[in-house]
């Protein structure tokens, strides 16, 4: 792991925050960082798995371990839910404690080369490791590489909300239904997954829940089940709907500035062109200018280097007071 280069990219930005924090002890920050939901679950929700804390409680509701790969009843939801029309079915379906741990366990069992380091040193001209094939995305592709041209690779990872129809597909419950600290997701194997010695994929990725998960909280499970019922996912939705206003009100702001912004539609972050400019600068820039947090593109990859991202999570009076910062400033 050694000849990984940097550290993880959000405790270095929370390690800058601490500094500005401790130069500026007076200034009110405001993170357009990371992307932590901020909005208070729809009671529905907080009560089904209050409900069901409280039933552990009792000789009647006590519970175990559960199935490794979640219950049945969220599986079926989540395939209900989100994959109506393709056809997948509740067994495809995995319940996890959130995207990043599929994520890793996704690299740490089928490749592991990146996540211990193996794919070479880093190049320190452009930043990049010798053996990723970093794949072409930018505005002049809407950000969707033309995989026909890509190198073949042992796996690739590729973040879109358009869903490819035979690939595993890791979500979650984070950013939808605002379970960052509650800790739900799910990754979806499709059964036509087969490795080029016709052996399914999805048996491999069964064999990795239960090694090294046994399952999702109960507790989480419950919330999540109650958040894709008809009540719950309606206030589900109107939670994405307030974010999504957020977004658009940043998305406005940075056009009226003359800036170039892509995301923000359907999407909770956005991606700030600054042509020429160095990330990590612009970052700086505004953190010392505005008292503002967001990301610098260069921690994605090579191609983020002109880049800055901000999210559209957060209260609305934070939002518009951003907004009105970086209007002052970018003006
Ligand atoms: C777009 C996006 N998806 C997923 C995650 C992680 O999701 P989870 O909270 O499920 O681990 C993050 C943040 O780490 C994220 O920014």
Known sequence: MERLQYNYLFPEISAREAQHVKKYPNAKVISLGIGDTTEPLPDVVALSMANYAHGLATPTGYRGYGAEQGSKE????IAETFYKDMGIQDTEVFVSDGAQCDISRLQAYIDSSV?????GDVETESGRYQNIEYMKCGPQNSF???LSKTALTDIIFFCSRITLLVAIEVSSFSKIAGFTGVRLGWTVVPKELMYSNGFPV???????VCTCFNGASRIAQAGGLASLSKEGFK?????????KENAEILLETFKSLGLRAYGGVNAPYLWVHFPGSNSWDVFNEILEKTHIITVPGSGFGPAGKEFIRVTAFGHRENILEASDRLTTLLK
């Open 202 to 208: 999805i048996n491999d990725f069964n064999r990795i």
């Open 235 to 243: 206030a589900v939705i109107s939670l994405v709907d307030y974010y």
């Open 74 to 77: 969220l599986r079926k939801a």
């Open 115 to 119: 996540i211990i380091g193996q794919t």
């Open 144 to 146: 969707f590489p033309d």
